[in-house]
């Protein structure tokens, strides 16, 4: 099994400092021939494509900026989700340092199709580090006339897990707590400022002038009936070579972690994140597909000597810390399960916790105002389904 | 090179300037003074408590005084799988302070974060801006030495 480098091509190949090698592999063609369309022939390949959103969602792209090239407003923006902070994700981070041009004429594209005058990247305040990369290449773009139409503004987070949310993303744009919005209205139709938005993932708008360049055919050949093309995988934890890959949707867990990062001896996978599915190693033969499992495409490996359980109070920690506090069941919810894991994970677990565990999750995975809260209980109801032996050890028989 | 905000002057800065307010008046004076955040107040038009409200949410802004250098060291699972705690123990030992404290000359504040996005070089901190990964125990000391 080998990667395929479809989003991350010119990754390592061109100097991100100088857009003249970037010209030199068909750097801006895609750009060029989308100005050559009508917008909504543009939407229309997208749509045809498939592409789905990379961030975790894996909302349909073309449908979003179908909804907002649609939304009657003179006023219409461009965000991209720079804020990459799910736990065990640096795949942005690798492509904002090695390719920041692609992006760009992403965004260019984007732009164009909804009209859109204005653009924003929202930058993770950890990330600081890429301002001046990300900042030349803007410059060195608008010098040689891509960006005529378009203002490409960054902004830069400053520290907040939920901020990757797009509601509290806008919010922490517009100079605010980055708290949760109530949804609907929806950023297509009101969005920053209360104008149509589309905000994309950085790896939803790399693929973008691949698509336009190469057509929706081509795209389409590539992964599962609903997951279409590639996806980009953060690899850490126990493997032997962490890291970037890049893998044709569909693709097998086991190849991922085993074949390409050098796993061995694994106890169970961790895929999306924090909030993501743990699946134990019998497993491991699951294909990575939005029908599957997906996430953001963070990846943590578990060796046979981890304990599960404490890596779910440690993560349930997290979110409790991260929990943007608006709305109840997450807030209080998190909290709650950080109570009971810490004590199953000093041994002091109870009979009647694993009902309280399945009842908060209920109630948080219906009743949350946002994704945090909404996935939070995942990890917990994961490892009761495959783990439930660690579980049981630890229920106090005092 | 950071040219964040660098349209706003006193005279055009409005309400959703706010974050980038805080976070240059943050890199001017290393946190946000109670001063700081009712003169943002008084110039936007907006209640303390709102900038208040701001300025306490983000953990990279600080509503309290802080050290020359910010130490951010990764608690988060995959630094975690790679032994971040003796890096925690290592910069304790090397500064003498605990997370959350900053040392009497002023030189270092030192906290735990969460995911800095550095796995594929874990265990891994952030200094300042400068993120250092891939670290042991060892190499703390030559690292810190950098900044004074």
């Known amino acids: 099994m080998s990667e395929t480098r479809v989003v991350l091509k010119n990754c390592g190949v061109i100097d991100p400092e100088d857009i003249a090698t970037y010209l030199d592999r068909e750097g801006f063609k895609a750009l060029k021939k989308a100005l050559k369309l009508p917008g909504e022939q543009v939407i229309e390949e997208i749509k045809a494509s498939g592409l789905r959103g990379r961030g975790g969602a894996g909302f349909p792209c073309g449908l979003k900026w179908d909804l907002a090239s649609k939304a009657k407003d003179d006023e219409k923006y461009v965000i991209c989700n720079a804020d990459e902070g799910e736990v065990g994700t640096f795949k942005d981070r690798y492509i904002l340092e090695n390719d920041p041009f692609s992006l760009i004429e992403g965004i260019a594209i984007a732009g164009y199709a909804i009209g859109a005058r204005k653009a924003y990247i929202y930058l993770r305040a950890e990330y600081h580090f890429l301002l001046d990369v990300l900042e030349k290449a803007i410059v060195q773009s608008k010098k040689k006339g891509f960006l005529k139409y378009l203002d490409i503004e960054i902004r830069q987070g400053a520290g907040a897990y939920v901020c990757g949310e797009e509601s509290a993303l806008m919010d922490s744009i517009e100079g605010k707590r980055g708290e949760v919005r109530y949804r609907p209205p929806f950023p297509p139709t009101s969005g920053l400022w209360g104008k149509p938005t589309i905000i994309n993932n950085v790896e939803t708008l790399m693929n973008i002038p691949r698509i336009m360049l190469n057509g929706a055919e081509w795209f389409r050949g590539m992964g599962t009936e609903k997951s279409k093309g590639t996806k980009v995988f953060s690899v850490s934890g126990d493997v032997g070579k962490p890291g970037v890959y890049e893998l044709v949707l569909g693709s097998r867990l086991k190849e991922l972690v085993e074949g390409l990062a050098g796993a061995e001896k694994v106890q169970a996978v961790q895929v999306g994140g924090a909030t993501g599915r743990i699946i134990p190693y019998s497993m491991l033969d699951t294909p990575l597909s939005f029908e599957t499992i997906l996430g953001a495409g963070a990846v943590t490996v578990f060796n046979e000597t981890r304990d599960i359980v404490d890596m779910v109070y440690r993560t349930m920690k997290f979110l409790a810390e991260e929990s943007c506090g608006k709305c109840a069941p997450c807030r209080e919810g998190t909290e709650a399960m950080v109570e009971i894991l810490g004590r199953f994970s000093k041994g002091e677990g109870l009979e009647k916790d694993i009902t309280v565990l399945e009842e908060l999750a209920d109630t948080m995975m219906l009743a949350s105002m946002c994704g945090l809260g909404q996935a939070a209980p995942i990890p917990v109801m994961d490892s009761l389904k495959h783990f439930r032996g660690a579980y049981d050890q630890r229920i106090s028989q005092s | ?148």
């Open chain 2, 1 to 148: 090179m950071n040219k964040i905000g660098e349209g706003i002057s006193p005279q055009s800065q409005e309400k959703k300037d706010l974050l980038v307010l805080l976070e240059r008046a943050q890199s001017r004076s290393g946190y946000l003074s109670q001063e700081t955040v009712a003169e943002l107040a008084e110039s936007l038009g907006l209640s303390i408590s709102e900038v208040y409200g701001v300025a306490s949410f983000y953990s990279f802004l600080s509503i309290k005084p802080q050290g020359r250098n910010v130490i951010r060291i990764c608690k988060s699972i995959p630094c975690y799988l790679k032994n971040a705690q003796t890096i925690i123990d290592g910069v304790r030992k090397e500064i003498g302070i605990r997370p959350g404290e900053t040392t009497a000359d002023g030189r270092f504040s030192f906290q735990l974060t969460n995911c800095i996005g550095a796995c594929d070089r874990a265990p891994a901190m952030m200094v300042n801006n400068d993120v250092h990964g891939d670290l042991t125990p060892e190499k703390i000391s030559k690292i810190l030495k950098a900044y004074k």
